[in-house]
DNA sequence: GGTCGGCTTTGACACAGATCAAACCGGCGG
DNA sequence: CCGCCGGTTTGATCTGTGTCAAAGCCGACC
């Protein structure tokens, strides 16, 4: 099967249209980007390869150094991305300058999928990022051939949905701490589900991106972290948290 | 057109296909409820009036009175459901009972298009409310042979997707008072696209299901609003309150 | 008309988390 | 090797909002 989005030979897409899920990596540890396999077009698994060749002929590789953004809030929405390597953050900013951080994009998950006009956030890369950019128009043509293509990206759009409603009770309803534990469990679930390991969570983001995320301050952060290190539940290793002791971390974290 | 989902004469449905909303209420006052006439197919303008009798065809009327339950977190989702009359509260509970109002579903609004095994969150009647159910296999069944009502459908799942990202900026980084201002904003937008008031906002709701929708507790609410009151900004009337100065309203809520 | 119950308002006080500030740490460039 | 810089940790203090408690309001029902 021929691929046109590849940067080099670690990260060159094996497309297998097989699993229902995006392929798993081979010997994922720490650090899910390096070296970890995905398909570029991993929420598309319920397409035949003809498709899947067919959508990866018209997607077109880049790659981003941290820092740098991908698309800013109210830019005109014309493509479609799906990070294939690296983390990335979307976030919604107030006007004097307070950031909610509404998500992290981890390797297979696609932005822009809303068909919308223009982009609801902005979105840049924390650590280096490599994604496949499909031409929005291109794209559109492409699903309206195929309904049941359309009725993935409703399927997708619906579990984000779901992700976001539980966010919403996490930031109104839940403390500093659960707050942390719930992120670090909802992170260590998605990191297993791309073939990561179950106890180390990389975590390329600042205490700032957390704060951001979970509504609190950076130094609230990682008050809670070196409690739950101290506590022995985790353990925090460079660019990452270990988990020591699941079972209290869950009871942390319960929803 | 024939129309099987009314309760009385001031609720019958006209079900005019033409506009690109709900068609407005002839005389909408302070509350949105009374004898507004909504099409009971609401978010299908898109559809041609022979699909909109269709669908119109398989739906079946329930009423519901306040305080009764639509469904609950976790029930098999096995019916779609169009508010015609009155508002719901849609929420998430954490074990130990705190609360997470995710919205509120007034006259227009779908529940269920997620087409998810069972539903994620529990929905219950403020007020008196009536809806048409629609059952969900046939409802499925209905979409796929439509490749446009699965866009639109799609389409309405991406709006509440940005809704729910907006609310978690105001959960995550806003005051008391800006989450309030804003809460009182976004109502009247919704209002006045249903042909409501712009100045009166008919809150059917409780202080408590305020404060467990906007991460507050229900004193503080009742604080802020008496705050806002104290400074002229709104005035509090019997099952609602009346913008008076709308400006510094938007200064509070702006986003 | 009385009173009962649910909801709201208001006050006094407590506390989780914010703010301010300083020291620390580790990687990188010179 | 040193010093800088961005990020992190930790401490001291402050404050917005939560908690607890009591009184007020109003509609429903006897």
């Known amino acids: 099967m021929t691929n046109t989005c590849e940067t080099d030979a670690a ?26 396999r995905v398909k570029d077009i991993s929420v598309c698994a319920a397409l035949d390869p003809g498709e899947l060749t067919a959508l990866s002929a018209m997607s077109e590789k880049s790659v981003l150094a941290a820092k740098e953004t991908l698309f800013l809030q109210g830019d005109v929405a014309d493509a479609v991305y799906n990070v294939t390597c690296g983390m990335l953050r979307l976030y919604k900013l107030l006007p004097d300058g307070r950031r909610q951080i509404v998500g992290f994009l981890l390797p297979g998950d696609f932005v822009g999928l809303s068909l919308s006009e223009r982009f609801g956030f902005s979105a840049d890369a924390i650590e280096t990022v490599s994604a496949c950019r ?9 699903v309206d051939l195929k309904p049941h293509l359309l009725r993935r990206l409703h399927e997708a759009a619906t579990h984000e949905l779901t992700v976001a409603q539980d966010h919403m009770v996490l930031l109104g309803r839940r403390s500093a701490e659960e707050k942390v534990a719930a992120f670090l469990l909802s992170m260590r679930e998605r990191l297993r589900r791309l073939g990561g390991s179950s106890v180390t969570i990389p975590l390329p983001m600042t205490r700032q991106d957390l704060a951001d995320h979970l509504g609190l301050t950076l130094e609230t952060v990682s008050r809670v972290i070196s409690r739950l290190a101290r506590d022995r539940i985790i353990l925090v290793v460079p660019d990452g948290i270990r988990i020591l002791d699941l079972s209290r971390l869950e009871r942390l974290g319960a929803s």
Do not use: W
């Open 134 to 142: 499909l031409d929005r128009a291109t794209f559109a043509r492409f």
């Open 11 to 36: 990260l060159s897409c094996t497309a297998d249209a097989g699993g229902p899920g995006p392929s798993r990596c081979g010997h994922a540890t720490t650090n899910v980007c390096a070296s970890c």
